[in-house]
């Protein structure tokens, strides 16, 4: 493609070939420097405006494709809202334009454009074309051949300056230790095959070389990694032996790519599909799929599968753009302290299987890898979702105190941990968990915690690619209850829609998810989905007590139709002579303030009310807990918060239905306090909340505090937070 000569003259001279192929009047190279698209070269353009015609990065046609990093074919570009006229050019009678990004590592570094006159249709195959010619000139430009030695495409060298980055916590914990570079991909060297049978071998080999290693994987025996963690994998295993896959792999050979050119164009469009999904679930499969992609990319180059990972240094502090759960378990994790991803959500594959390794991981902390060199010191703050590199010498000291006060800390809770949750003037609190996975029924045992007050049993659907069956749930209902022994563990039915989405149900645009077709609306109107459920949980719990409760009821007669339809279950497995549970309690979720008014047709019908707050506040308030804006509006230690709890209790406990706080006020010391306060004597919380609410209560005495708090639930004040920490104070209440 490039001949001898300057810089400019074999920019030229590729452009203007890529012009005579493509039958087009214009082709221009963009490359990127620094956060600007310039002008590298054109053929048909003004000559004049090279290197001086720039964009940013989102501006224009071109800025917008290396944005998104996917192609743009336009039989009328000008009419296009993102069109962006540049004068100097002359382009105002070029009609027609199709550009793709040119990406190194699934990284954009520049556009290439062909133009014309007329509204061409670029056909599909053309896209291709110019796909794979960029391809060819990415390597080009990386290689030096068309770069003149000079580096177009870096950012700017990681500086050596201390810098704090804010993601977002995946797995809790504090780590420190010397930065790891992932990077598992592969410079494709040689993208056009000379023998494509040929290739197609090389790929067949390839992909059933990882395919006994990821089955491999499998089979190797491992006590940390069960439930969930193995669902996950045996997901990650469907992925490798997809044929989709495959095929498209076959077609991008036989265009006349080499099998790492084709694995490495496949994955890209993957990526760039997939970046546009909504969809959560979904868009967190793509670091599955980026993982394989690598690991073939390993298997055909014949290189060492992670290299890193072989050579890891004591505590290292692993960083990538994401990562699949399989390339997680290739790292030693007694040498694995934390790892950092550029992208990665909370239900992500590789953030659950942490979790249950114990490994501290921060998601969504952007850019953070082009500013970090090997061997980099690094703080990474799981707890207060905050990453340290380079940190000063006083960082690092405030860090170990942190760590020290923090194993002081669990260290103190622990040895609480047979002490009784009861507070100074000797009322019993019921302190539970907060459970949705397999891999949380060991907090059960490690806090002594008198039960599990809410299990989130849509996250097991969540964590799989297709709908469990009855069979399935059934074993992982009777796991948890079974682990459980004689503490109660509370099911809530599946609460699913909002911003939880199943991959396999079809998902219907809304404008308020929230407030939406989702929980008991959503399985209400889909019942065959309810009464798999509810059947699972009943045989799940043959012989033994079962808990059920269902969310978001907004009205009495959505509890009646539900509680319908497992009182049909139960009489059903009483004809079929099956086992029954010895007592089934059913109860309500109080998260819709409409249910509050209903509450004396609905305590006969009940056996427990359950409080959400989360969802019990956005809706009191009509704010969106989603919106970062309006984040800290509100306070749950408002008076219309506190009163309108306050008169929910005394009408539970006026009939004796017992009322449990199970969203995220109750799991806060000062908060957990001021339920007490209000007549709240069952808590549920995460695991990690037990130790210092305990801590609280039993320096607490409830009488002084009712008493106390009777007087702000008239008061005009947003909050009353100010007044609850001065009576905490005033009393020695440890909050």
């Not at 978001?552 to 009646?560: G, H, L, P, S, Y």
């Not at 007490?676 to 004597?681: A, N, T, Y």
Request: charged share 25%; proline share 5%.
């Amino acid at each position: 493609m490039a001949e001898a000569g300057t810089v400019d003259e074999r920019l030229a001279r590729v452009v203007r070939n890529i012009a005579a192929n493509m039958v087009a009047e214009v082709c221009s190279a963009y490359l990127l420097r620094g956060d600007e698209l310039e002008l590298y070269a054109t053929e048909g353009l003004n000559p004049d405006a090279v290197h001086k015609t720039r964009l940013k990065v989102g501006e224009g046609l071109v800025g917008d494709i290396a944005a998104h990093a996917r192609p743009l074919a336009l039989a009328d570009a000008q009419g296009h809202p993102q069109f962006a006229y540049k004068p100097e050019t002359g382009e105002e009678v070029y009609h027609s334009l199709l550009g793709v990004p040119i990406l190194r590592d699934n990284r954009v570094i520049g556009v290439l454009v062909v133009q014309n006159q007329t509204r061409r249709q670029y056909a599909d195959e053309e896209v291709e074309a110019l796909e794979t010619i960029a391809m060819v000139l990415a390597e080009m430009v990386a290689s030096g051949q068309l770069s003149g030695g000079e580096d177009l495409v870096a950012a700017s060298r990681a500086s050596t300056m201390p810098f704090r980055a804010d993601g977002r916590t995946l797995s809790e914990g504090l780590a420190i230790g010397v930065a790891v570079l992932h990077e598992p991909r592969i410079h494709v060297e040689k993208t056009m095959a000379d023998d494509i049978p040929y290739e197609k071998q090389r790929l067949d080999a390839a992909v059933t070389s990882m395919r006994d290693q990821v089955n491999k994987m499998l089979e190797t025996p491992d006590s940390d990694i069960v439930g969930e963690s193995r669902d996950i994998l045996e997901t990650y295993k469907m992925f490798a032996h997809d044929t989709g896959w495959l095929s498209k792999l076959h077609q991008a050979v036989e265009s006349g790519l080499t099998a790492e050119a084709a694995v490495q164009r496949v994955q890209g469009e993957t990526r760039h599909r997939m970046q546009a999904i909504t969809d959560p679930y979904l868009r967190e499969r793509l670091a599955d799929l980026d993982d394989l992609a690598n690991r073939l990319l390993l298997h055909l180059t014949g290189k060492p599968q992670h290299t890193a990972a072989e050579n890891l240094p004591e505590n290292a502090i692993l960083l990538a753009r994401a990562m699949g759960p399989a390339e997680l378990l290739d790292y030693d994790r007694r040498k694995l302290q934390g790892v950092i991803l550029e992208e990665g959500s909370s239900m992500s594959h590789v953030a659950i299987v942490a979790r249950a390794l114990s490994i501290p991981v921060l998601g969504g902390v952007a850019g953070v890898i082009a500013k970090v060199e090997p061997g980099d010191t690094i703080v990474v703050d799981g707890d207060h979702a905050q990453v340290f590199v380079r940190p000063v010498p006083d960082v690092v000291a405030a860090f170990h105190q942190s760590v020290g006060l923090r194993k002081a800390r669990l260290a103190k809770y622990a040895a609480q941990r047979e002490d009784p949750a009861i507070t100074a003037d000797g009322t019993k609190v019921a302190m539970l968990v907060n459970a949705g996975l397999l891999i949380d029924l060991s907090h059960l045992d490690e806090t002594n915690a008198d039960g599990i007050g809410l299990y989130r049993t849509e996250l097991q659907f969540m964590v799989r690619p297709t709908l469990p069956k009855a069979e399935a749930q059934t074993a992982i209902y009777r796991r948890v209850i079974e682990h459980a022994g004689d503490r109660p563990v509370v099911f809530r039915t599946l609460d699913i829609g909002g911003d939880k989405v199943l991959p396999y149900l079809v998902k219907y645009p809304e404008e308020n998810p929230a407030m939406g077709w989702r929980a008991i609306r959503l399985t209400l109107d889909r019942p065959a989905l309810l009464k798999v459920q509810l059947r699972a949980l009943l045989e799940a719990a043959a012989g033994r007590s079962l808990y059920v409760m269902f969310p978001m009821i907004a009205e009495v007669d959505e509890f009646r139709r539900a509680r319908k339809l497992l009182d049909r279950e139960v009489q059903r497995l009483v004809n079929l002579r099956k086992p029954v549970p010895l007592k089934v309690q059913v109860g309500s979720m109080l998260e819709v303030p409409a249910l509050a008014w209903q509450l004396p047709a609905l305590l006969p019908l009940v056996d427990f009310i359950s409080v959400g707050s989360n969802d019990l506040m956005q809706f009191m308030f009509a704010a969106d807990r989603g919106n970062t804006k309006l984040a800290d509006r509100y306070d749950p230690l408002s008076p219309a918060m506190l009163s309108f709890l306050h008169w929910v209790v005394q009408q539970c406990h006026a009939v004796g239905k017992p009322i449990t706080m199970c969203g995220e006020m109750g799991s806060r010391p000062l908060e957990a306090m001021a339920l007490l306060g209000l007549g709240f004597r069952r808590l549920s919380m995460p695991a990690n909340a037990i130790g210092p609410v305990k801590e609280m209560l039993r320096s607490l005495s409830v009488p002084q505090l009712a008493e106390y708090m009777s007087k702000l639930y008239s008061s005009p004040e947003h909050s009353v937070r100010g007044p609850l920490e001065e009576f905490a104070r005033e009393n020695g209440v440890i909050v």
